[in-house]
């Protein structure tokens, strides 16, 4: 009789569900993880038989999928979640500045950072891409969690409190690509902000040392700034050569077919963020129609980090991918794809992870279906994607070490992070002081 192979876990879940190579949903399977990457996929009794797992993890009534990508998140935004949503946009931004400065502190944006990896996790989120000030904060912060990031490098023709000149902030962003330029936790990108901000003599040099680093740059393509220039915004990029692989669009709504043919021809990705999309009136990025196109497609939050929740987000965008329009349908198992392996894709990770596939990453989560529809006869996928929230997160495993289990978060010291945010809430929100922030998620179940 052959002896079982060792292994560090095995999860057994009454659903698996790999995302690729087949996305649909695997029933009584189970994951076995060695090292932190994914052994094998199949069925329960079958990995029972091969692998003797140092931990087993049973989860009857539970779906097992791959953690989800958030692919536009705003961390220190994460402090300012409650705020009433009528306020705009650069009123709530204000509240977070210090007085005489253009950013929000550093102190503030590794405060924020830790409470909101927090939140990413008990949401079920395990790899995030940050945009907006001090990334160098935000990196060490996620490589100290050993948490998955995409760290945005801001880039702006206008002070922004730390560098005073887009020269000095590009300098600055070489210098912390040479620092975690091994690191397989931080993965940095150049974020140039708004385009009416920017030169094109900016944006130039912002390709070409892209070009030398080989790193991704993602962009705001907003229908305002159409509005306001001469030159449509994704014909402006395409003319001074940043639209191939490897650019991201951000905000891309309200486009017309020259724009969706310009993107699917030259080979960029985009992020939509639904829920940020519809509250600031925005519109909504053509999700059915770059999908149809076959733009490489993920999912955020944008400004909406209150909450960091993508299920949120996963089912906004499978309801407006279901209105009616001339382009196909999105399905629930194409909208949770966006939420995994097309964030992964987007954000240049889907070698690591973004589905359950050997070889990748074992940075799993599970969701509790037992009281959702999906006990009567309605598929998991629509469930995960149309029933199921952040409080159905049961466990995440970062690279299949347990980082929530029975929906407690074992990464960090909740009372710790509980303490960080009421800290700073009384600094930052002083017309809601002393009230209760309405909405305000939780770091962890108190049930």
């Known amino acids: 009789m052959q002896?079982?192979?060792?292994?560090?876990?095995?999860?057994?879940?009454?659903?698996?569900?790999?995302?690729?190579?087949?996305?649909?949903?695997?029933?009584?399977?189970?994951?076995?993880?060695?090292?932190?990457?994914i052994a094998a996929v199949?069925?329960?009794?079958?990995?029972?038989?091969?692998?003797?797992?140092?931990?087993?993890?049973?989860?009857?009534?539970h779906a097992l999928l791959p953690g989800l990508v958030n692919a536009l998140a705003r961390p220190a935004n994460v402090l300012l979640g409650g705020a009433p949503p009528a306020e705009s946009a650069s009123r709530i931004a204000d509240s977070a500045r210090d007085p005489g400065r253009e950013a929000p502190s550093a102190d503030l944006v590794r405060d924020a950072t830790r409470i909101a990896l927090g939140?990413?996790?008990?949401?079920?989120?395990?790899?995030?891409?940050?945009?907006?000030?001090?990334?160098?904060?935000?990196a060490r912060q996620a490589a100290a969690a050993r948490m998955?990031?995409?760290?945005?490098?801001?880039?702006?023709?206008?002070?922004?409190?730390?560098?005073?000149?887009?020269?000095?902030?590009?300098?600055?962003?070489?210098?912390?690509?040479?620092?975690?330029?091994?690191?397989?936790?931080a993965s940095l990108?150049?974020?140039?902000?708004?385009?009416?901000?920017?030169?094109?003599?900016?944006?130039?040099?912002?390709?070409?040392?892209?070009?030398?680093?080989?790193a991704r740059i993602a962009v705001p393509v907003r229908a305002?700034?159409?509005?306001?220039?001469?030159?449509?915004?994704?014909?402006?990029?395409?003319?001074?050569?940043?639209l191939r692989p490897g650019f991201v669009a951000l905000d891309l709504a309200h486009s017309d077919a020259e724009d969706l043919e310009l993107a699917a021809r030259t080979g960029i990705a985009a992020v939509a963020c639904p829920q940020a999309d519809l509250l600031r009136g925005r519109g909504v990025a053509l999700l059915r129609e770059l999908n149809a196109r076959g733009v490489s497609l993920a999912l955020g939050s944008g400004e909406l980090d209150g909450a960091l929740d993508l299920l949120a987000e996963a089912r906004t965008a499978a309801l407006i991918g279901?209105?009616?329009?001339?382009?196909?349908?999105?399905?629930?198992?194409?909208?949770?794809?966006?939420?995994?392996?097309?964030?992964?894709?987007?954000?240049g990770l889907a070698g690591e992870i973004g589905s359950i596939e050997p070889g990748k990453a074992a940075d799993l989560i599970t969701l509790d279906l037992g009281a959702l529809s999906c006990q009567s006869g309605v598929q998991p996928v629509h469930s995960v994607v149309f029933s199921a929230t952040r409080e159905h997160v049961r466990d995440v495993w970062l690279s299949g070490s347990a980082a929530l289990a029975h929906g407690r978060l074992l990464a960090f010291d909740v009372e710790?992070?509980?303490?960080?945010?009421?800290?700073?809430?009384?600094?930052?929100?002083?017309?809601?002081?002393g009230a209760p922030v309405p909405g305000r998620a939780p770091l962890e179940s108190r049930a």
């Open 3 to 37: 002896s079982r192979q060792p292994a560090d876990l095995l999860i057994e879940a009454r659903w698996v569900l790999p995302i690729a190579p087949r996305n649909l949903a695997l029933e009584h399977h189970a994951v076995a993880v060695t090292q932190g990457r």
């Open 224 to 242: 305002a700034d159409a509005a306001c220039a001469t030159e449509r915004p994704l014909k402006r990029l395409d003319r001074l050569g940043l």
């Open 322 to 347: 279901a209105t009616p329009a001339p382009a196909p349908a999105l399905t629930a198992a194409t909208v949770l794809r966006l939420a995994t392996l097309g964030g992964a894709a987007v954000l």
């Open 189 to 214: 990108y150049f974020a140039p902000e708004a385009l009416p901000h920017l030169t094109d003599a900016t944006l130039s040099r912002v390709r070409t040392i892209a070009d030398e680093l080989d």
């Open 416 to 433: 710790e992070l509980e303490a960080l945010r009421e800290r700073w809430r009384e600094q930052l929100l002083p017309p809601w002081r």
């Open 42 to 61: 199949g069925p329960a009794a079958v990995l029972r038989a091969q692998f003797d797992a140092r931990e087993h993890v049973v989860r009857p009534e």
């Open 119 to 138: 939140q990413l996790l008990r949401a079920g989120i395990t790899c995030f891409a940050s945009v907006g000030p001090h990334p160098r904060e935000i």
């Open 148 to 185: 998955r990031a995409a760290v945005g490098l801001p880039v702006a023709d206008r002070p922004d409190g730390r560098a005073e000149t887009a020269g000095t902030q590009l300098a600055e962003a070489e210098s912390l690509w040479d620092e975690y330029r091994s690191s397989p936790w």
